[in-house]
């Protein structure tokens, strides 16, 4: 075994490999004669890929605003009982995947809290980097949350603020100009549907339109399951508000420059999402392209890892000339929630999850791609699959840099401790995955990948320690829930 600097390769094998999502949020106030919580339901549906632990729907119904939550999939919370008993004309939605805080119902979302001018629920997509600090102020003053996410900060500072402000947009202003971080934002009041998108736009958020019903959601591919038009992105620090059929913009004077988290790009959207105006698949493509021009292999066949890897492969094999094949299948039943308590049950889980090939990759040298190498827990044991099914080489390709950093804005990216390219070098890795060769792709290489978007338009912090606002010291012990 190689000896770590800070850790062995066996304690990273003891944390689950994947990276999980960020959130999705879902919002409309419908003004046509369609059944509100079912469109949101298949708008979560959209979303799903964002989180999937639990769920939850808020709905309006002539200003009462009630709502369903749960933990699992939005099939499995929203029955059609259900959906039958939310009426309403205006609604919000979030598919959730939690962190340090724990899954529990409590810490489920849309969160519905009382203020001065009544009930309102909340949505939130990204993590606030000061949340603990204005917690304790709060509960200093005698506030009292009855969950760990840092969105119950932004919904208590929004009912506090409202104790001596009848107008809602400064009061939100307020809110801007406390909170630190990430953050897309769906709002349902009793009159209105606000979308709000942080400065920095680390967190995706869009608007669209079905018949006279606008729409807000994280990814413009809710849009297309709802048969919707995109009408734009939600510009850095913009605030959106829709009410009645008309739609409002209230440009704030935080916008700062655009620092959209590249992450989306790599792994977290849906690869038929257009977000910033540019296009996931495509960058993903250009990814896999640029990386056969930087580390190109020798190889038989190009295979991806399903499904992350999967586009990347297609970019790879296109600009090598290598053919692209399947050599791993992916039992689809089985969720990335997937996860076991001992390192024994977790290996079975990848062989559960994956399956190899052998007719496929027997005696062929193999360029296997994924689009990143976190905690290093399932590239050995899937190397080792390929192996077995006797692939001749294996040469390990991935279409991003090594991740040297953790994340603050809600990516569950945890500690440096548990990063593996923050503890050994890449010839290290690629011993301790026993593959034949491992290439990453650059920084410089990963920037020109969005096609269509703003040159310096990305946050890179997980890659470079680069962030685009200052961490205080106390987020490295990552106190509270992100989201």
Known sequence: MIESRNMTFTDVQDIDEEIHEACGVFGIINQDDFDTARLVYFGLYALQHRGQESCGIAINDDGNITGQKGIGLVPEVFTDKILDRLEGKAAIGHTRYSTTGGNSIENCQPLIINYKDGRIALAHNGNLVNASKIRCDLENQGAIFQTSTDSEVIANL??????????????????????????????????????????????????????????????????????????????????????????????????????????????FARPDSIIDGASIYQSRLEAGKLLAIEHPAEADLVVGVPDSGITAAIGFSRQSGIPYGEALIKNRYVGRTFIQPTQKLREQSVNIKLNAL??????????????????????KIIVQMLKDASAKEIHMRISSPPVLNPCYFGIDIASKENLIAANYSIEEIKELIAADSLGFLSVASLLKTPVGAPPHSFCTGCFTGEYPMEIPQEMNKFSLEKC
């Open 358 to 379: 052998r007719k496929e990759i027997e005696g062929k040298r193999i360029v296997l791609i994924d689009d990143s190498i976190v905690r290093g827990t399932t590239t």
């Open 158 to 267: 929004i009912s506090r603020y409202g104790l001596g402000c009848n107008d809602l947009v400064e009061i939100l202003k307020k809110t801007m100009d406390v909170i630190e971080g990430s953050y897309a934002l769906v709002i349902l009041t009793q009159k209105r549907l606000i979308g709000i998108r942080d400065p920095w736009g680390l967190r995706p958020l869009c608007i669209g339109k079905l018949g006279n019903s606008y729409i807000l959601a994280s990814e413009n591919c809710a849009f297309d399951t709802v048969g919707a038009e995109f009408i734009r992105d939600v510009e850095p620090g913009e605030i959106i508000i829709i009410e009645e059929g008309s739609i409002k913009s209230v440009r704030t004077n935080y916008k700062r420059p655009h620092k959209f988290c590249i992450f989306e790009h790599i792994y």
